[in-house]
């Protein structure tokens, strides 16, 4: 019987055209990792396209070797045919025109005429023969990507690469590895198993900048032995973990380092339940200069900074709206459950780490009514043991 690692490499050999898929809510680890296997099979000379819903480049990794090759949404998945009989007429010229949205071709013949009988329909078959998920949890994770091309996912064989419990083995081979400490784990030991020839700097960079991120420069409780083993390997193969800790650390811009002293600002703590969290105005944002994609970075911040804190939470108004929408980040230890705690409010992400959204209240009221949730998560944690 074959292990999960010989069927990817069975189908990888199949395949011609891989689609690489990355989750809505992706981390700095889904991305390294997800450039490694980029990386790593176009070694093996396949044409390779990473995707993720609405990707915008995080300044902070902008020193990963061709990261802007990721696209934030798929393109010229099939081909539209349009076939036409011209045994009967000859063609002399084809031209077209768009106009309301709506596209005239327009065929001239040299003799004869050609009618509607003469034409026909048809469509390609999809542009990929394998998808591989990478960080996902379930398909629906994958946001507008999956949403919009259902029968992609439905007809194309799907490899789902992970580390985290709650992943749901979605697909036909189901890479999923919770010992893991990140997802550059797991690709680590495929990279491994598919050939050591593979390893290189830049491989070694991503997977060292994986680890170190998801790990939080390895102060993560999730962190092991074989993890630390991994990271020295990687160090000896060429990458720089002073560098990658430069840029992901210590390479903050004004407006980021603004917005993180509004979140001090605004800094609150529950000793009782190690609870620490802040709120964020729009006018905070436009004080700063900031954008929302640098809440991520502030998140790690209170983690690093508060080590007695099982709970960190971000609450912040939506900047690009004029309505009452109020989105939230919330991280907890390993000994909770982060998509229970927030059930109610239809959290994304996993165990750890979620990112939810609230219509129509103030921040006031979303403030109140999330930490009376997590306090009655807690109490009803409690009360079982």
């Known amino acids: 019987m074959l292990t999960d690692i010989q069927q990817l ?12 898929v990355l989750p809505l809510e992706r981390t700095d680890d889904d991305i390294a990792s997800g450039l490694t296997l980029k ?13 993720s819903s609405g990707f ?13 090759t990721i696209q934030p949404q798929l393109s010229g998945l099939q081909q539209m045919i349009i076939k036409v009989n011209v045994s009967k007429a000859k063609l002399e010229t084809l031209s077209y025109e768009v106009k309301d949205n709506w596209l005239s071709i327009y065929l001239t013949t040299q003799q004869g005429t050609i009618s ?10 999809f542009k990929f023969d394998l998808i591989i998920s990478l960080g996902a949890r379930d398909l629906e994770a994958l946001g507008e990507i ?7 996912f439905f007809k194309t064989p799907v490899i789902n690469i992970d580390h985290r419990a ?5 697909g036909q081979v189901n890479l999923v590895d919770t010992t893991a400490a990140a997802n550059a784990e797991v690709v680590y030991k495929i990279t491994k198993e598919l050939g050591e020839s593979f390893f290189d700097e830049q491989i070694a960079t991503y997977l060292l900048t994986g680890l170190i991120s998801e790990t939080h420069s390895f102060k993560s409780s999730l962190v092991t032995p074989h993890t630390l083993s991994i990271a020295g390997k990687l160090m000896n193969l060429g990458a720089d973990r002073e560098k990658i800790v430069k840029h992901l650390y210590r390479t903050r811009s004004i407006a980021t380092l603004k917005l993180w002293g509004e979140a001090l600002r605004h800094l609150q703590t529950n000793k009782g339940i190690n609870l620490v969290w802040t709120t964020l105005t ?5 004080r700063s200069g900031a954008s929302e994609s640098d809440l991520q970075g502030i998140i790690a911040e209170l983690i690093d900074t508060s080590p007695e804190a099982k709970i960190t939470l971000i609450l912040h108004e939506a900047k690009e709206t004029d309505t009452k929408t109020i989105q939230g980040i919330l991280n907890v230890d390993k000994q909770y459950n982060a998509l229970e705690m927030l059930r109610p409010f239809s959290p994304k992400g996993n165990k750890k780490t979620v990112s939810f959204c609230i219509e129509n209240r103030s921040l006031k009221e979303t403030e109140e009514m999330i930490l009376d949730n997590i306090n009655k998560y807690i109490k009803s944690k409690t009360s079982s043991i």
């Open 166 to 170: 709650n992943n749901e083995h979605f």
């Open 56 to 68: 915008i480049l995080p300044s902070r990794l902008r020193f990963l070797p061709k990261i802007d």
């Open 39 to 51: 990386n790593l099979l176009e070694k093996q000379q396949k044409q390779v396209e990473i995707v």
């Open 146 to 152: 999956f949403l919009n091309n259902t029968d992609l």
């Open 116 to 125: 509607k009988e003469d034409l026909r329909t048809a469509q390609s078959n």
């Open 9 to 20: 490499h069975q189908l990888i050999i199949a395949s011609k055209q891989i689609l690489l």
């Open 282 to 286: 729009r006018e905070d944002f436009i």
